[in-house]
């Protein structure tokens, strides 16, 4: 079985740039979440997904970062316009919908 | 201060030795889940838990949401083992699921 697949898996972008981070969930799983993983503030959430739905869109990140469900098997996470600050590893994890989580591999994201 | 709190941050083992990691939280956790992230990055699940305990090979884990803590052993540490281990609990009045901040494990030959 496929596991969760994230692209790329790594990302320079200049200040100002867009970026698009690609993930695919484990197949029929049913809750999509995005993470940002920094190593001083750890795992944040940035967004929810149940059944396509945004159902958690992430407060503090809502500006500048949008998540999407095109369909059940594949999400955004778009960037516009990036900063340095948002270095980091980017995390896509999925659910069959009881809590427990499967993580992809992560995308490493630097801004110059 | 932290929601979920892990302990110790670092240790380092020898091959072949035991170790205890814990998870402190000042939540209302209703269930947790211990990942180990590899040096690739990705963060594997080890074990998802209710109250009580389980077991995977030299794997142990127990969670007491009494007395508002889980605990993972590991038994004849290996090489592979080194990594970052991390707990999150499932917040019972948000909802949410909290992170750890992690526990670095280091195994030496």
């Known amino acids: 079985d496929a596991g969760v697949t994230q692209t790329p898996r790594h990302e320079v972008a200049e200040k100002g740039q867009t970026i698009i981070l690609k993930c695919e969930p484990v197949s029929g799983h049913n809750d999509l979440f995005w993470y940002r993983q920094t190593k001083i503030q750890g795992l944040e959430l940035l967004s929810y997904?149940?059944?396509?739905?945004?159902?958690?869109d992430g407060g503090a990140f809502k500006d500048r970062f949008k998540a999407e469900m095109l369909n059940s098997s594949f999400s955004t996470l778009k960037i516009q316009p990036t900063e340095p600050k948002d270095s980091a590893v980017y995390l896509c994890a999925s659910s069959l919908g009881d809590g427990q989580l499967y993580f992809g591999e992560g995308s490493k994201l630097t801004v110059l | 201060g932290d929601k979920v709190k892990q302990s110790p941050s670092a240790l380092s083992l020898q091959e072949g030795t035991n170790s205890a990691l814990r998870c402190n939280f000042s939540i209302a956790a209703t269930t947790v889940q211990w990942f180990l992230q590899n040096p690739r990055g990705s963060l594997i699940n080890l074990f998802y838990l209710v109250p009580g305990t389980k077991e995977n090979g030299r794997l142990k884990s127990a969670f007491d949401s009494k007395e508002s803590y889980s605990t993972l052993h590991i038994r004849d540490a290996q090489l592979e083992d080194s990594g970052t281990y991390f707990c999150a609990a499932e917040d019972y009045n948000q909802g949410k699921l909290i992170f750890g901040q992690g526990t670095k494990l280091s195994i030496k030959p």
């Open positions: 997904f149940r059944s396509k739905s945004l159902m958690e």
